[in-house]
């Protein structure tokens, strides 16, 4: 796959897997996240990447997403896939949540994922022979809601939204779709952003483990190569069995 790829969020984590498993295929990968990328691309370079780039980004600000694609266009040419998992959670009863932290999470989950998408989609060719690919990630929460989680599930819900709406705008030279992953685990599963009440509640679903996330890498790389030529405007879950829409 010799193709030109933005991981986002891709520290650890999801973000950290696909830029991975994309870097295994031989693309040339950019990684961008708030907190050190550079480590990502070290590690990238390893698995084989055939070039890699480290960029730090905030993705609620505009001119730092603009500068991260200014930097992928002067390395890179364009782009031809986009794998956008910057994200956070927020666990608090709808009494206790401050606007503030309302603000932040819709910022960060859903202005980014607009603004990292706008950003991507203005550097992508594509044709309808060998389509672009936009992959976001929302949630299996996007579907089925959650208590406590109101400010997440609104934002993922959003994320849908863009997926679905962009998916028609910019077909068939550009796929558009979003990853809903169930529990994966990851520091977003930890004590700091989840009781241990929702830990045990994330383990009653039909495989009752949480995932892992090479395996929405896995996911990622399918998306983008020929196996994802059908799917557009797409929530594909891999959940466990969290959610079965």
């Not at 790829?5 to 708030?34: E, M, P, Q, S």
């Not at 949540?97 to 550097?123: C, E, Q, W, Y």
Request: glycine share 12%.
């Amino acid at each position: 796959m010799n193709r030109r790829v933005l991981v986002t969020g891709a520290y650890r984590g999801i973000g950290a897997a696909c830029a991975l498993a994309f870097a295994a295929t031989g693309a040339r990968v950019a990684l961008a996240d708030i907190r050190r990328p550079d480590e990502t691309a070290v590690a990238a370079a390893g698995a084989g990447a055939a070039e890699t780039l480290a960029l730090s980004c905030d993705v609620s600000d505009e001119s730092a997403v603009l500068a991260v694609g200014d930097a992928v266009k002067e390395r890179f040419g364009g782009l031809d896939v986009v794998v956008h998992c910057a994200g956070v959670i927020h666990e608090a009863p709808l009494l206790d949540t401050p606007v503030a932290d309302f603000d932040r999470v819709i910022a960060i989950n859903l202005r980014g994922s607009f603004l990292v998408g706008k950003m991507a989609i203005g550097l992508m060719e594509g044709t309808a022979e060998v389509p672009a690919r936009v992959i976001l990630i929302a949630s299996d929460m996007a579907y089925y809601g959650r208590e406590t989680f109101s400010p997440y599930v609104a934002s993922k819900h959003g994320v849908l939204g863009l997926t679905r709406s962009w998916a028609k705008e910019f077909a068939p030279r550009i796929l558009v779709n979003a990853i809903c992953p169930g529990p994966i685990d990851t520091d977003m599963l930890g004590a700091a952003n989840m009781s241990a009440e929702w830990r045990a509640r994330e383990l009653a679903i039909p495989l009752a483990r949480f995932g892992q996330p090479e395996e929405i890498g896995e996911l990622a790389l399918f998306l983008a190569g020929s196996g994802g030529r059908y799917f557009t405007g797409q929530g594909v879950g891999s959940n466990g069995g969290s959610i079965m829409p």
